[in-house]
């Protein structure tokens, strides 16, 4: 550790305020109170314990001496990621990330295939006038699930007459699960690769379709000189200047659901809630842990590509029964992480996910 992290984890005073806003604690073996004291002292840390993290940030928001925990496990994965004590599926993800530019390891050369499937003429950032960039997930590229919402939000942008332009098998991945993997070179080098081709185009403003990107893009990219926006601030102010109105109700009951990277740790908590509450007919409610207080899905961090040892009740699942116990229609979130996790339990209670995209695209 070096010596500014280990002057920060020397300041912790066991308060127990990082453990007791975990998403982890108690039903996973991961405790992040006794691992800031384990680094304390210097202790070894046993290799598997440090992927249960999900990255959620809640631990270093809370921590009253800025120790900063959720960056300590960071550093513990980097190490573990040089000595090659990692799991298989980290690995795999890892290597995919910098064969293919995406974890899945899907071809680079398929990264804009989505905009095959769209009824509607997206031209390359470097056509356009404005130079505003829909930057695209790794996910929402690939997975069939998650690949209609850049669809759905290059057609919200297009009926309110928002300028926009993509990259196409020039965009890398953000980079953002991957320094919390601990690969913190291969980072920095998607974050060079990015930046030169945002540069190349003389792109002015980007609009990330998800908070993971966002996070990336804004605040670990370094002063770009670019202003990043996720796509719910956009469609909000839209909305506000009335450039975008909606012409259906969508008559049912709806719960919301705060991504960590949107909510937590970007303070984006009204955007969402102000396009919902703007459509007709659509009744919204909120959870009893709701904004920076919102349960972790369980998606980021690399918890996405990491296997578990054990059994436990997922997050997912308790944000999927209290979603049914107030009689929710539908649960929504504005993060393609969060639509990954919520689904499979959801689908099990026969409650639709819809991510925030694909309900505006009911009602337009």
């Not at 809640?58 to 040089?82: F, H, Q």
């Not at 409650?351 to 009911?362: D, G, R, Y």
Request: hydrophobic share 35%.
């Amino acid at each position: 550790m070096d010596s500014e992290n280990q002057s920060r984890v020397d300041m912790c005073m066991q308060c127990g305020m990082c453990a007791g806003s975990c998403p982890e604690l108690g039903i996973t073996p991961f405790n992040i109170r006794k691992l800031v004291r384990m680094r304390h002292l210097k202790q070894g840390i046993e290799k598997s314990i440090p992927w249960y993290c999900t990255s959620c940030g809640e631990c270093t928001l809370r921590c009253p001496r800025d120790v900063k925990p959720s960056e300590m496990i960071m550093e513990v994965r980097s190490n573990l990621v040089e000595e090659g004590q990692i799991p298989l599926s980290i690995q795999k993800a890892l290597e995919n990330t910098f064969v293919q530019k995406n974890p899945w390891g899907r071809p680079q050369s398929k990264r804009g295939a989505w905009t095959d499937e769209v009824d509607v003429e997206i031209p390359h950032v470097k056509d356009t006038e404005s130079k505003r960039l829909l930057f695209t997930c790794c996910i929402q590229a690939y997975d069939p699930r998650c690949m209609v919402i850049p669809g759905n939000v290059a057609k919200i942008l297009q009926k309110g007459g928002v300028e926009f332009g993509v990259l196409g098998n020039e965009e890398a991945c953000c980079g953002n699960e991957i320094r919390r993997m601990g690969e913190s070179g291969l980072f920095e080098d998607l974050q060079e690769e990015n930046i030169a081709t945002l540069e190349k185009h003389g792109v002015k403003e980007i609009i990330a379709l998800s908070p993971h990107c966002m996070n990336a893009l804004k605040n670990e990219y370094g002063d770009l000189g670019i202003k990043v926006s996720h796509y719910t601030e956009v469609v909000a102010d839209m909305l506000e200047e009335g450039i975008l109105t909606f012409s259906a109700p969508f008559n049912k009951k709806v719960i919301y659901h705060d991504p960590c990277f949107l909510g937590k740790q970007n303070k984006i908590f009204d955007a969402p809630r102000k396009i919902l509450s703007s459509i007709e007919g659509l009744e919204l409610l909120e959870y009893a842990s709701a904004r920076e207080n919102s349960l972790c899905c369980e998606g980021g961090g690399g918890r996405m590509f990491y296997e578990a040892e054990i059994n436990y009740p997922r997050n997912s699942e308790k944000r999927v029964e209290e979603a049914v116990a107030k009689g929710a229609e539908v649960l929504t979130t504005s993060c393609p992480f969060c639509v990954m996790t919520l689904e499979d339990p959801a689908t099990e209670k026969e409650l639709p996910v819809m991510e925030v995209s694909e309900i505006i695209a009911e009602v337009l």
